[in-house]
């Protein structure tokens, strides 16, 4: 989708929304929450995709602690994870990290992460970005008729599943990357390289720590 598609859409998308603000002095921030385990380009890439499309002022890279619906176990500690974002997103002026699930422990629940977020910044307008896989899945997120009430929701295609959902979201037009934790752990494992995949500093740092090996 062009970029004044996207601009047209989400203005509407914000109109359809009444309990969201449409007033243009709002900080917009995006929101992308992950395991990042380990974080790769793919998470770096979409982030700023989304966030200079849509114009969003920052975007706030959310680490869960215990991820809703899905095996943890194979997952670096979250003080890990937490310090491979650092690394990624060093130097990039927008992007920022937030631990409020980390420090907030048990099971990462967005609507719960939202609330927090809101009592924090009333005045923020929030954009959650989501990759195609989790679409899927949205019907079973804790209280998700009214999360949809308190941000938007942003989707970039991955590659494998379909664009298509009962719920609002805003789809924006990035590059299908074809690079998951899933396959970088993968290729720790049989020893592949990991090179423009991974930022090097993140690459040293799985290696100095041993990480993802069986
Ligand atoms: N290459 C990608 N393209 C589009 N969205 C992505 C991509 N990689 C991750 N995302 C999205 O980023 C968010 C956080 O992803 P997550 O940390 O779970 O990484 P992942 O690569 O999906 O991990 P895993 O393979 O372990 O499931 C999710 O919404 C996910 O869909
Ligand atoms: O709130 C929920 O019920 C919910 C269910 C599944 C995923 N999420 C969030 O979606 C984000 C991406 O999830 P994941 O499993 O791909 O890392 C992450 O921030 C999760 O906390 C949230």
């Not at 509407?12 to 009444?18: G, L, R, Y």
């Amino acid at each position: 989708m062009k970029r004044l598609a996207v601009k047209t859409l989400i203005e509407k998308s914000v109109q359809d929304m009444p309990q969201l603000s449409s007033s243009r002095k709002k900080k917009r921030v995006g929101i992308l929450g992950g395991t990042f385990n380990p974080p790769h380009l793919g998470h770096l890439i979409i982030a700023e995709e989304v966030a200079d499309q849509l114009g969003l002022d920052k975007v706030l890279f959310i680490p869960d602690s215990t991820p809703p619906h899905v095996d943890h176990k194979a997952a670096a500690s979250a003080a890990k994870r937490k310090a491979m974002v650092e690394l990624s997103i060093a130097g990039n002026p927008r992007f920022e990290l937030n631990t409020c699930e980390l420090d907030r422990g048990g099971i990462s629940y967005t609507y719960d992460t939202l609330q927090e977020l809101r009592l924090r910044h009333p005045d923020w307008e929030y954009y959650f970005i989501i990759g195609g896989d989790m679409v899927a899945y949205l019907p079973k997120w804790h209280k998700i008729n009214e999360l949809v009430k308190l941000v938007h929701l942003v989707g970039v295609a991955r590659s494998g599943y379909p664009k298509k959902s009962n719920y609002p979201i805003l789809w924006v037009d990035v590059p299908l990357i074809e690079i998951s934790s899933t396959d970088i752990r993968w290729r720790i494992q049989h020893g592949c390289s990991l090179k423009y995949l991974v930022l090097d500093s993140v690459i040293d740092y799985i290696r100095k720590e041993g990480l993802y090996r069986v």
